[in-house]
């Protein structure tokens, strides 16, 4: 007979008020099995269980029996604060309940409460503090982990609960370099203070062994991102000291990575710490400190975006042909369309075959097409005085006689701004900018100068630059004073200097001009950069403010403080002003700032911002657009390009263009194989532009995404994250003055500071480009540029078949009857009527209805002459098959998703000292991407560690070598070298955007006589 089963718990209850204290302790261990069942009834008598657990009376045993019952109660309780401390006090009856069956779950809970109040204890005031039985706990944790191989589950806990002899322990057993490259980006892609992260970063640097060429240190991407983020020289330079001159072509190596993320004051500082060497190593160091100068990474990638330029010039003819240029939206629009596609590449023959276009700008138009030339020639730091000169104001102030000079004059000195954009801090470029800005009286060349000395010594920290633009400010000229605002933050970038900050939100809050309100507000969100919780308390203040442009700069504040750092307060805050803020022009910023927080995981973008993209309100929407295409920049994430392609139908104008802008940031360098919305954003692209109905603002953005889409000569991707996996401070940059384009049109080409050349630039250790080739494992249509634009053929009119009616048919039919029985031949009447179009009818033997074989020559009716490829056989139908790999030659472009399948093979002359991605999709092997959904696997993924400059290790140095010989200079710079050696005005033989409309007219043709009696 089966027992019956238990209905209450109350008979074993009654013997916990038993005098005997054999009956407790038996009444304990059998609640322990009966609280999943009667845990509420227990519940009551809770207060008896927690006095027998403090009773002295009961033996140990039972005490910890009491303390696990009375932490099992509080748990189904959801009292697990309680719960946890019971189970501390159940000691060996916790460890024996944990083997037990059905108590999975509240082991599991119990732990993981252990865990963060451990976490919450190691992170107080005092550390030491730690409750012994907990800290037992964590120990046995740390010690399974460490035995059953989850290592990074135990990095995680040590990272959180500050034991940082965890780490070293687990390195020192396993010797596991990724270990220490996965502790160190957890402690920097997280919300960990700064002290403390440099605290990690510190402790984690000597544990990384010296890298060497011969293992291609896998690890020397995380290195470079360790001291990229310390800016530390007293680490760098030794690292570099210990690599001359045994392993130099490494240091050159690690020398290019700095550059790419590295601040400028702290190369600066590298440079003039490294030692002179002896005889030996002085060469090398001396080639160090030239590289690190980052004019050898710019003036490469220069020439490689000028080899490899595919920009196809047919797309920006048929924008300018249809777009009137007399209106200045349309003007800038293609402006800005051709300076991003020739980004780099020095191409300026778009301007030199539409010198007629380029008249109709005027006044800002005039300052916007003048600074796209430092667009064009960015990077071109040699020449470029020399390209600008005909621009360039007089050094000595005095104003132009030529009506409109001005603007020519200050957008020239923001496009040598944008030429030396990161390089210029403390070289002539800088010193003459400030000449310019301390000499010029209009407001204008004041605003330009101001600009360009703000992007030429980005994060500088040059107090005399500050000085300049402070008098500048002073001023209280609203065109200088904003562009003046926005210098400020640029050169004391990231610096959280109290001084600079009290000072400009001062001013802030005094003048009454909303422009250099904004200058200021976005200036501070620059001064703040990278900061974090240093930022708090100025963000507090500025939401606090009742001037909505002030808020607008705390939104950014807050953004750029936490770049990179998906801080979970952050997020949440502004989440909570994109909703709630009374100012339409704040909401729109929270939304798209939410993108600087989250480019490290593009995936997450488009759930965040999905209801955020429905929103009422159309700020907020437009908003989401620029979120989604910053954050998922280059991916061609297609979630992102799900939710943008119905907001290119919004019923407003400008969420049409927020959406055409950001499907070409998504889409750039992307291919028709490895994305299926390619084709249809480029049609779509082309027809808003060409329609003549559709609002300015969507052909506007339509027109900034064709130049997106294609930038850099299409061999640019836009990331805010470098190579080495580190924040790019000039990308983040870039992009915030870019969002400033809707009050302000020339910030929009702050968007070139984003774009990162992407190819694989292979050198020796002179420096020279060696011609090898590699082998990328994956279809060539995968990568591939996308095919040149087509001219549109016209149309012949066919002509068409003219309709027999059936009556006409008849009579023509009784005809031929008749004529047959009067003996006419039959053969003249369908020869003759052969001849009538309108007569044509259907042969049976017609090759276009016949039923014979489809390979029959229309020709000669015959097989044996047709040839390959039509319908009728079976193999030539079949396409040929695409090969599942190709040879990619040096200076050639790699796209950031093509990295992971490059492979040097053993048997080549150049090997790279480093690994030239540090993703390993297991794609080593030759596979190919799947073939079926190539975007899903390849082109969503982000990238860190890819490509770029690579030292090569030459393997059979006595063999003659071959070199990629460097193009020479562009023709514009001897003749606008010449025209620099004046006093700045435009001169007339030289062609010039900043020619005067109104001057004086050609001469007249010379004279004629018309032969009249000629004609024909």
Same mark, same amino acid.
């Given at each position: 007979?089966?027992?019956?089963? +238990? ?18 302790? /038996? ?17 009551? /008598? ?33 009292? %697990? ?5 019971f189970a501390l006090g159940a000691g060996s009856a916790f460890e024996q309940d944990s083997k037990t069956p059905g108590s999975e779950e509240y082991v599991e809970t119990v732990i993981s409460k252990a865990i963060d109040r451990y976490i919450q204890t190691r ?26 191989? =989850? ?17 070293? +322990? ?296 500050y000085d300049d633009l402070k008098q500048t400010l002073f001023t209280d000229s609203a065109v200088a004073g904003e562009g003046a605002g926005y210098a400020m933050g640029l050169v004391m970038l990231g610096t959280a200097n109290a001084t600079c900050a009290g ?41 606090? =403010? ?5 808020? %607008? ?88 390009? =799900?939710?943008?392609e119905p907001m290119t139908k919004d019923s407003v104008d400008f969420v049409r263009q927020g959406a055409f802008i950001a499907l070409g940031m998504i889409l750039v360098q992307q291919s028709d194989a490895s994305s299926p919305s390619l084709a249809a954003t ?57 969002? +400033? ?26 420096? +020279? ?92 009716? *015959? ?14 139908? *079949? ?138």
């Amino acid at each position: 007979m089966a027992p019956r089963p +238990q209905s209450s718990a109350a008979g074993v209850l009654a013997l916990l008020a038993e005098p005997e204290p054999l009956l407790k302790q /038996h009444a304990l261990k059998a609640l322990i099995s009966l609280v999943p069942q009667f845990w509420a009834e227990i519940s009551e /008598h809770i207060a008896v269980i927690e006095s027998l657990y403090d009773s002295d009376e009961l033996p140990l045993e039972a005490r910890h029996s009491a303390a696990l019952l009375a932490s099992k109660v509080y748990y189904y309780l959801e009292e %697990y604060d309680e719960a946890l401390s019971f189970a501390l006090g159940a000691g060996s009856a916790f460890e024996q309940d944990s083997k037990t069956p059905g108590s999975e779950e509240y082991v599991e809970t119990v732990i993981s409460k252990a865990i963060d109040r451990y976490i919450q204890t190691r992170t107080a005031e005092h550390p030491d503090k730690v409750d012994p039985r907990l800290g037992k706990i964590i120990e046995g944790i740390f010690a399974r982990c460490i035995q059953n191989g =989850e290592y990074r589950q135990a990095i995680g806990i040590a990272l959180e609960s500050h034991r940082l002899d965890i780490i070293t +322990q687990i390195y020192e057993q396993t010797h596991d370099t990724g270990l220490l490259g996965y502790a160190m980006e957890a402690v920097l892609d997280n919300n960990f203070s700064l002290s403390y992260r440099d605290q990690v970063l510190n402790s984690l640097f000597p544990l990384f062994p010296s890298p060497t060429a011969d293992s291609k240190s896998p690890h020397i991407h995380s290195l470079t991102r360790l001291l990229v983020t310390l800016s530390s020289p007293a680490l760098t330079v030794p690292l570099l000291v210990s690599l001359v001159p045994g392993e130099k072509l490494l240091a050159y190596q690690l020398a290019f990575d700095l550059v790419e993320g590295g601040a400028q004051d702290f190369l600066e500082a590298v440079r003039t710490k490294l030692p002179e060497g002896d005889q030996d190593a002085k060469p090398i160091f001396d080639m160090i400190r030239k590289i690190l100068g980052g004019h050898e990474s710019v003036k490469l990638y220069l020439e490689f975006l000028k080899k490899n330029n595919r920009s196809d010039l047919l797309i920006l003819k048929h924008t300018k042909d249809v777009l009137e240029p007399r209106s200045s939206v349309y003007h800038n629009a293609v402006t800005f369309q051709n300076a991003f596609m020739h980004a780099g590449t020095t191409s300026d023959l778009f301007l030199r075959e539409n010198l007629d276009w380029l008249g109709y700008a005027s006044n800002w138009s005039k300052f916007t097409a003048t600074a796209a030339l430092g667009v064009i020639h960015k990077g071109n730091f040699e020449q470029g005085m020399a390209i600008l000169g005909p621009y360039l104001p007089n050094e000595n102030g005095g104003e132009s006689t030529l009506a409109g000079a001005a603007y020519s004059e200050g957008g020239a000195l923001y496009a040598l701004g944008l030429i030396n954009a990161g390089v210029g801090s403390g070289r002539t470029v800088e010193n003459y900018l400030r000449d310019i800005l301390r000499a010029a009286q209009n407001e204008v060349v004041q605003h330009g100068a101001a600009l360009g000395l703000g992007v030429a010594g980005m994060g500088g920290h040059n107090g005399e630059a500050y000085d300049d633009l402070k008098q500048t400010l002073f001023t209280d000229s609203a065109v200088a004073g904003e562009g003046a605002g926005y210098a400020m933050g640029l050169v004391m970038l990231g610096t959280a200097n109290a001084t600079c900050a009290g000072e400009m939100l001062t001013y802030a809050r005094e003048t009454q001009h909303e422009k250099i309100i904004r200058g200021l507000a976005v200036g501070l969100a620059f001064l703040f950069y990278g900061r974090q919780d240093e930022a708090d308390e100025t963000v507090k203040q500025l939401l606090a =403010e009742k001037d909505p442009i002030l808020r %607008y700069g705390g939104v950014y504040t807050l953004a750029l403080a936490y770049a990179g750092i998906p801080n979970n307060d952050a997020v949440r805050k502004l989440l909570h002003i994109a909703v709630s803020d009374t100012s339409d022009d704040v909401r729109r910023a929270a939304v798209t700032s939410l993108a600087f927080l989250l480019f490290k995981n593009p995936r997450q973008v488009p759930r965040i911002v999905q209801l955020l993209s429905e929103s009422y309100n159309p700020h907020v929407r437009c908003g989401a657009t620029l979120a989604l295409g910053i954050a998922c920049a280059g991916t061609g994430l297609q979630d992102a390009v =799900e939710i943008l392609e119905p907001m290119t139908k919004d019923s407003v104008d400008f969420v049409r263009q927020g959406a055409f802008i950001a499907l070409g940031m998504i889409l750039v360098q992307q291919s028709d194989a490895s994305s299926p919305s390619l084709a249809a954003t480029r049609a779509s692209y082309a027809k808003i532009i060409a329609d003549k109905h559709e609002d300015p603002m969507a052909r506007f953005g339509a027109a900034f995404g064709q130049g997106f889409i294609d930038a850099g000569g299409r061999n640019v991707t836009i990331s805010l994250q470098s190579r080495a996996g580190t924040r790019n401070t000039s990308a983040i940059v870039g992009m915030a003055l870019f969002c +400033q384009f809707w009050y302000w049109y020339p910030l929009a080409h702050g968007a070139c500071l984003a774009f990162e050349p992407t190819g694989i630039i292979g050198l020796t250790e002179d420096l +020279q480009a060696p011609k090898f080739d590699f082998i990328s494992n994956a279809r060539p249509s995968l990568f591939a540029y996308p095919s040149p634009m087509k001219t549109a053929k016209k149309e012949v009119a066919k002509v068409v078949t003219t309709a027999v009616l059936s009556t006409t048919a008849k009579v023509k039919a009784r005809e031929r009857r008749k004529a047959v029985s009067e003996g006419e031949a039959m053969e003249t009447d369908k020869e003759s009527e052969a001849k009538k179009d309108s007569d044509v009818e259907m042969k049976a033997d017609d090759p276009s209805s016949s039923g014979q074989h489809g390979d029959v020559s229309p020709i000669s009716g *015959s097989i044996s002459n047709l040839a390959d490829g039509q319908p009728g056989d079976p193999k030539a139908t *079949s396409k040929r098959k695409e090969p599942t790999w190709e040879n990619v030659a040096n200076f050639s472009r790699v796209t950031p998703a093509q990295f992971a399948y490059v492979v040097f093979p053993p048997t080549n002359r150049y090997q790279p000292v480093r690994p030239v991605s540090t993703r390993d999709p297991n794609l080593k092997s030759g596979k190919a991407p799947n073939n079926k959904s190539p975007a899903s696997t390849v082109s969503s993924e982000k990238y860190s560690g890819g490509g770029g400059i690579l030292l090569m290790v030459d393997q059979q140095p006595g063999e003659p070598s071959e070199f990629i010989e460097f193009t020479s200079t562009a023709p514009v710079v001897e003749e606008a070298a010449a025209a620099s050696a004046g006093a700045g005005a435009p001169r007339a033989d030289v062609p010039s955007i900043a020619l005067d409309a109104s001057g004086p007219e050609a001469d007249p043709p010379q004279p004629f006589e018309y032969p009249f009696g000629n004609d024909t």
